[in-house]
């Protein structure tokens, strides 16, 4: 029995060669699924971008203990203690600029073609949005008094001033 010898040069030879014209079709036809499948299984992605992971001050009540509100506005950008033990911590967080409703009729609306421009405009409006500071006060025991009113950050007012 003779051993048929195969080198590099005949595995070459002997592989399909695609056309031309066969790469066009199939290239029209994986456009086509692409399109189709942005429009139909992407939607909602600018809607969770914008809605997703905002802060909510008003949520924080009386009696809420120094964990939840940190868990909830993450760790104070100052805090202090006061002479009979009390602690009074100021917290920064981004404010939500507008609520997602208009994208999701958008989205509905346009089968989610409206997503090519409503992802890059939620992610910018994520970045951009403005910031606010809240003061907490706490008991001894680490337990929300009161929280004052949300107000702009001192870089924010600068830019609101001019």
């Known amino acids: ?5 195969v080198d590099a040069q005949s595995s070459l030879r002997r592989r399909p060669t695609v056309r031309f014209a066969e ?12 399109i189709l499948s942005l429009l139909l299984f ?14 909510d001050p008003s949520e924080i ?19 202090e203690r006061m002479r009979e033990g009390a602690r009074i911590a ?4 981004q404010k939500q600029p507008q609520d997602g409703h208009a994208d999701i009729a958008c989205d509905i ?4 073609a409206c997503e090519a421009l409503n992802v890059p405009m939620a992610i910018y409006m ?3 949005a403005p910031r606010e500071q809240v003061t907490i006060y706490f008991d001894l025991t680490d337990h929300v008094l009161w929280v004052t009113p949300p107000l702009p950050s001192p870089a924010d ?5 001019r």
């Open 61 to 79: 009540k009386e009696g809420s203990t120094r964990a939840a509100v940190q868990e909830k506005l993450g760790n104070p950008i100052r805090s």
């Open 126 to 128: 994520r970045h951009t």
């Open 42 to 55: 992407n939607g909602g992605c600018s809607v969770i971008i914008a809605e997703v992971g905002w802060v």
């Open 23 to 34: 790469v066009a079709v199939s290239g029209r036809a994986m456009l086509v699924s692409s």
């Open 157 to 161: 007012r600068r830019t609101w001033q």
């Open 1 to 5: 029995m003779g051993h048929r010898r």
């Open 109 to 112: 609306l346009t089968l989610g």
């Open 90 to 93: 100021t917290y920064e967080y």
